[in-house]
């Protein structure tokens, strides 16, 4: 006989479910951007690098060269704005996160391993780039395997601990901490789906470099924003398919719950699917060169906003799987308003700075090879 999931924890939440909820999904966000340039990037900067070791693809070198100065940065924001994201993952689904990361005990705990050894290869490589010859392209892809790595292993927790029942009879099996849910009819389109959603987001950014540098390097400007939205565009072109996979693959309740009733979560699923291909349309727009600002701008806006409206469908898929569980929230709450307002300021203050570093790295002379 299987143990229901325990009742809330004894301890009151420090804040309104509301608010913890809303700030699990600005966090998330704010992991996800990072993450994404730091996963699609690494990969486009990879190629990038490859295809410009003949010496003659100078703005591909140009590329490989940014990516390589700004991939220190994006691995510590990524990071910083991930752990502000796990505060409130494990206060809101402590009771179902902690227990399926113990069953995948060992793969959790390596993705501190990786990561300090891809932040070691990002450092390396910004600071002696010039001098590692062909062992620079071996780092650079070391970089983005580590980080399809660590993706994977998240989603193998994200989608375990959406089955409780299955963590404990898994549990009861091998309580070693070594299993992965890779069984899971949903992880390979999940995980397809957030690394093509990385590669879109990273052609994205390659096209606001290029217009940022437009008066700088006209020559290079123009290929960024062409090369950019080749990748933004295919990436979310066959994403469209991966999405619509992970839809299929989700347990029959779910998508039956999912769809019927309430027609909020479908008009935010079918929201972020016109936003995120009306961001992918207004790069290709940009790059046949009629208003490159105006259109990558307009690019980064709907994108993004599909991309939030991503993260809510995805945060109804959790919830609807765990309401079927028997999964109930917490509703005992003593707000701690003191130091929900210092993170607040943190918050602020965090994401200002990364932004201000990330744009000097962009803007910066010294970046160009
Ligand atoms: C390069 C490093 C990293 C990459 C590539 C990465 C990637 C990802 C991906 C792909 C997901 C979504 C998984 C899914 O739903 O299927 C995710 C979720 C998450 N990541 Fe990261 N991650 C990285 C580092 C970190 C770190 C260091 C932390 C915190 C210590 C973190 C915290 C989180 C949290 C809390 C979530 C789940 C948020 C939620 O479900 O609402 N990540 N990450």
Redesign the pocket.
Known sequence: MIPPIPQPDPMPLPAPGWLLWAL??LT?LL??VP?NL??GGSILGAIARVRSRDGERPHEATLAHLVVKAMPVL?SA??TF??A??L??QVL?GRVFFPSAIVMGWWWLS?IGV?IL?YYAAYLLAYREDRLGGAGTGLAWLIAA???L??LI??N???LMLKPQEIVTRYLADGRGVQLNLSDPTLVP??LH?VLG?LAVSGLAVAVVGVLRRKADPAFASWAVKYGAFYCGLATSVNIFAGLWWLAALPREVILQFMGGNPTPIIVLLAGILLTVSGAGALVMAASGRQPVLAVSAGVATLLTGIAMMLLT??TV?NVSLAIAGFQPATWTAPQWGPIAIFGVLLVGAVVTVVWMVGALVRSPKTSP
């Open positions: 699990l999904m998330f992991h996800l993450m730091v996963l691995i990524t990071v991930g752990v994201a796990l409130f993952l689904y993705v990561l891809a580590v980080a399809g660590i993706a998240y989603g927790n994200m989608t999940r995980h957030m990385a995805r945060d959790r």
